[in-house]
């Protein structure tokens, strides 16, 4: 088999694979997000949120959701960049609304979390990029058949 039908074939398997893991979690586009309750649940855990806060932040989240949803729904992939800029200005001010429920103490958490998360991504998207050079380069050393 030579290298281009050996990479085609893994990538088909893996897009595959990933399909199927993500099936009922995603959005119309293949995006996954999280549930507004489960959510809330996490940032809960995460924050220690009262009561208050909780149902609060749950109801800007479910409204941004529904904002998100409607976003989608308005647009076409041809006017992908305005969406795009739409969805940008959503999220900041999901986010800034998000914020004036929780406290100083609460906002340093999520911040440092989120810190952590990105540093993980980066991590594994490394690790990623560094498997692929492997096998790449143990494709090209194979003699072909």
Do not use: F
């Not at 893991?21 to 855990?45: C, F, I, N, W």
């Not at 749950?58 to 998100?68: N, S, V």
């Not at 609304?97 to 958490?109: A, G």
């Not at 490394?126 to 050079?133: A, C, L």
Request: no cysteine; glycine share 4%; proline share 2%.
């Amino acid at each position: 088999m030579n290298r281009r039908a050996l990479m085609v074939a893994v990538a088909a398997a893996l897009g595959l694979a990933g399909s199927v893991a993500l099936a009922g979690q995603s959005d119309r586009h293949g995006r996954r997000h999280m549930d507004p309750a489960a959510k809330v649940e996490r940032m809960t855990e995460l924050l220690g949120l009262d009561s208050n806060q909780a149902a609060t932040i749950e109801a800007i989240l479910q409204e941004a959701q529904a904002q998100r949803v409607a976003i989608g729904d308005r647009y076409t992939l041809n006017q992908r960049d305005e969406a795009r800029v739409e969805l940008k200005a959503l999220r900041e001010q999901t986010r800034a609304q998000v914020e004036e429920q929780l406290t100083p103490e609460q906002i340093s958490t999520l911040e440092a979390a989120k810190a952590e998360r990105r540093e993980r991504r980066r991590s594994r998207r490394m690790h990623r990029r560094e498997r692929q050079i492997e096998m790449e380069e143990s494709v090209e050393s194979q003699p072909e058949a």
